[in-house]
């Protein structure tokens, strides 16, 4: 199996690179690529980490998950390209020195039209995204959450319009579900569709190779970013395996890997993901919970307090569900959300592309 100058032989792995643009200095941007390719045929899983430079665990479990003994494991390929966003990753910041807006928003959506000429961070995004569906059967895309955020899977809602009817969206969405259960990680829904893609959604890396391709495609948020948590990495390093396993690709578990499930919802209905509350009074946040903490509609969650410490305003959850992680830093501005959350979901999994229809 040949992905950029990785080639990989049957029962081989090999590390190469993919070159997706020139820098100005007269050298290649290069995306590093590692491949593990099977002794039988059998499917290709992608998992790509570090879209976002700051984002650590991520990068780690994409590394950890191409073991030196998987060609000898599957049946089939993974492929793993553990720092998407390498100009990112220079400087540890989220987004690259290409532009100052989110790499995870550029991937291709061929239902959006633009007179804008491409962007470089959109070409590099767009010839990494043909890579990967020219051979992919599934894409893994690890990131981290924030600080100290309770790990989770995000699962993208599944479009139907232009690109597929609302069965070929509801099969999709069948084969989606199937891969994100053998994760043994909490389940988050995205937004709801017309928020998704507001917030170009659809244009994320999981977004683009689901929504775009129709590959089943989701995102993993495996805790703080800037260092390596090791146990969302070992997590995140079961979850990869759970989905190879559930691909029929994995031949047996590996003894060093972990059973995917160390990571239990707090709550037992369906969740999607939120952000907030907001407070409307700025000052500085104290907050009531943590991470993993269930909370209901109308709790307070957090203090608003003024720089000399007098209680100015408190702020109460808007949904039942548990809180993912809690805003970083201490001032807060009116308007500014507080917490991020698995909030209750009631919407529907797959959606029109279109709200009005």
């Given at each position: 199996?040949?992905?950029?100058?990785?080639?990989?032989?049957?029962?081989?792995?090999?590390?190469g690179?993919?070159?997706?643009?020139?820098?100005?200095?007269g050298?290649?941007?290069?995306?590093?690529?590692?491949?593990?390719?099977?002794?039988?045929?059998?499917?290709?899983?992608?998992?790509?980490?570090?879209?976002?430079?700051?984002?650590?665990?991520?990068?780690?479990?994409?590394?950890?998950?191409?073991?030196?003994?998987?060609?000898?494991?599957?049946?089939?390929?993974?492929?793993?390209?553990?720092?998407?966003?390498?100009?990112?990753?220079?400087?540890?910041?989220?987004?690259?020195?290409?532009?100052?807006?989110?790499?995870?928003?550029k991937?291709?959506?061929?239902?959006?039209?633009?007179?804008?000429?491409?962007?470089?961070?959109?070409?590099?995004?767009?010839?990494?995204?043909?890579?990967?569906?020219?051979?992919?059967?599934?894409?893994?895309?690890?990131?981290?959450?924030?600080?100290?955020?309770?790990?989770?899977?995000?699962?993208?809602?599944?479009?139907?319009?232009?690109?597929?009817?609302?069965?070929?969206?509801?099969?999709?969405?069948?084969?989606?579900?199937?891969?994100?259960?053998?994760?043994?990680?909490?389940?988050?829904?995205?937004?709801?569709?017309?928020?998704?893609?507001e917030?170009?959604?659809?244009?994320?890396?999981?977004?683009?190779?689901?929504?775009?391709?129709?590959?089943?495609?989701?995102?993993?948020?495996?805790?703080?970013?800037?260092?390596?948590?090791?146990?969302?990495?070992?997590?995140?390093?079961?979850?990869?395996?759970?989905?190879?396993?559930?691909m029929?690709?994995?031949?047996?578990?590996?003894?060093?890997?972990?059973?995917?499930g160390?990571?239990?919802?707090?709550?037992?209905f369906?969740?999607?993901?939120?952000?907030?509350?907001?407070?409307?009074?700025?000052?500085?946040?104290?907050?009531?919970v943590?991470?993993?903490?269930?909370?209901?509609?109308?709790?307070?969650?957090?203090?608003?307090?003024s720089?000399?410490?007098?209680?100015?305003?408190?702020?109460?959850?808007?949904?039942?569900?548990?809180?993912?992680?809690?805003?970083e830093?201490?001032?807060?501005?009116?308007?500014?959300?507080?917490?991020?959350?698995a909030?209750r979901?009631?919407?529907?999994?797959?959606?029109?592309?279109?709200?009005?229809?």
């Amino acid at each position: 199996m040949d992905i950029g100058t990785a080639n990989a032989a049957p029962g081989e792995l090999a590390r190469g690179h993919l070159e997706l643009t020139d820098l100005p200095t007269g050298t290649p941007e290069k995306l590093p690529v590692v491949v593990a390719n099977g002794e039988e045929d059998g499917p290709t899983l992608w998992i790509t980490g570090g879209v976002h430079g700051d984002e650590a665990t991520g990068v780690a479990v994409t590394q950890d998950v191409l073991r030196a003994d998987l060609p000898g494991r599957i049946a089939g390929a993974v492929v793993a390209v553990p720092v998407v966003n390498p100009a990112g990753l220079r400087r540890n910041a989220r987004q690259s020195y290409y532009g100052d807006d989110d790499p995870n928003r550029k991937f291709p959506d061929p239902e959006s039209e633009s007179s804008r000429p491409a962007e470089v961070q959109e070409r590099i995004d767009e010839r990494l995204y043909d890579a990967i569906v020219d051979s992919a059967d599934a894409l893994i895309d690890n990131h981290t959450a924030g600080v100290n955020s309770f790990p989770f899977v995000i699962r993208d809602r599944v479009l139907y319009g232009e690109r597929r009817t609302e069965d070929e969206a509801e099969e999709l969405a069948e084969r989606l579900e199937a891969l994100i259960e053998a994760t043994g990680l909490p389940l988050l829904t995205e937004y709801p569709a017309e928020e998704y893609i507001e917030q170009s959604l659809q244009r994320s890396t999981a977004g683009a190779v689901c929504n775009a391709a129709g590959i089943p495609a989701f995102t993993t948020e495996l805790g703080g970013h800037s260092v390596v948590t090791e146990a969302t990495r070992e997590a995140g390093v079961a979850a990869a395996y759970g989905v190879m396993d559930e691909m029929g690709m994995l031949d047996a578990w590996p003894a060093t890997v972990a059973e995917p499930g160390s990571f239990d919802a707090p709550v037992d209905f369906p969740v999607r993901r939120f952000r907030g509350p907001r407070t409307e009074t700025a000052g500085l946040v104290r907050h009531r919970v943590e991470a993993g903490d269930v909370v209901e509609d109308g709790e307070v969650v957090a203090d608003i307090v003024s720089s000399t410490g007098e209680q100015l305003d408190t702020v109460e959850s808007d949904h039942d569900g548990y809180v993912i992680g809690r805003k970083e830093g201490l001032a807060a501005y009116e308007g500014d959300a507080v917490l991020s959350m698995a909030a209750r979901d009631e919407g529907p999994l797959v959606a029109p592309r279109d709200a009005e229809e």
